[in-house]
């Protein structure tokens, strides 16, 4: 080659090696962006050995926006889990209470019972709220005994049922008669079952030798003889005149059981305390004003079999400030007024919580998805294999005083509605 084209040669070669030395250090922010520059036969591996430093900072600048970036990705999630925790849990109470069928009950104009087995169950109710243990971490009474029918609508405790003028159908003519409109007891026995009635207060009282007495009849068929059902006596309560204002009651579980298991032999009652002017001073339905919510009432107890007592586990908890890559128990408040459930007495609010994190290989339990995840091979499994997730594994029930949908206070227990661990499965 000529002395003269070498010269030239050697003088481009200084002029490029100059180029990048000076200009490029300053204007290029990472290598991707020496690849759209004309560098003749340099290789890209010579291009990033002319700035060590400059790869270095661009590696570590990506990694702070992904690392950011994946902390909003879980954050985002863990949103969306409890988003969809929230609509599931609404959706689920409201095919439970037949919300989804009957729409929302009308309570424009329900009456509160004032019978003092009532007025204990709301303190003891709004007491727990306080203490925050109305839905505490509970033995597992019912996880696998109770029936199909209590695991889509709930398991019904507690009825708390007005009583009605009985129905024109049933003929009574007997005065003084109330009627209870009973609830159809599928898979339940009536335990317990106490008649509440009502002598209001007044500045006197009118009685034979001081002393109120309070009749209690059924009626019943008459029989062969036929014609309107007939008084039958039950029971009676003495009581003196300091004692005769105020509530009084009346166990009659038998007859309950007996309507519930027979609809067709519940033709009502008769409740009577005459004063000495043969006027009954208990209250009737129907009522208005002063004495709204003091008719008689019955308070309806109900149970299955006997429950099989569990014993409690625990499992990994978390909260917003405490957070794990790992399945986890994370806490969510699910709240009746924002669903706008103004028929719903308590709670008010409940801590549901929600599942959320990974599940990898290790730890995996032996719950029925995940043992075969485990065990199949990836080669053999059709399609996208997602693997375990972070799910329930233990849950507690709730218990829930409402009105329904003909102004029944009702108490039941919905299974399955607390999250108390959470696992891979």
Known sequence: MPANLKSVFYIIACTVVAVFCTVLPQTIDSIEDLEHLDTGDLTQDQ????FPSQEGNSQNDSEGPNTEQSRCQSCRIREDQKRIRIESIKNRIAHALKLDILGIPNITEIRIPKVP????LQERYEMQERDSEMQNDAPYSYADQIEDEEDEFGRAERTYIFSEEPPMSLDIVAPNAIYFNMPTLENRDVYKALLWVYIAPRSQYNLPNNVSEIFLYKLASPGKRGGPPVKRFLKKRKRPLTGTAGWHHFDISDIAHHWASDPNTNLGLVVEAFDANNENLIVLPPTAGINEGYEPNLDLRTTTTAPTRRKRSTGL????????EAC?????????IEFGWDFVIAPKTYDAY???GECRNEGLNNHGHSAVVQNVPESRMLGNNPGPCCSPVRMANLK???FDHTSRLQLTTLPRMQVVRCGCS
């Open 117 to 120: 087995s009532y007025q204990r």
């Open 47 to 50: 291009l990033r050995s002319f």
């Open 317 to 324: 908890t978390c909260n917003e400030e405490n957070q794990f």
């Open 354 to 356: 929600y599942c959320a």
């Open 328 to 336: 986890c128990r994370y806490p969510l408040t699910v709240s009746f």
């Open 400 to 402: 829930m005083l409402y």
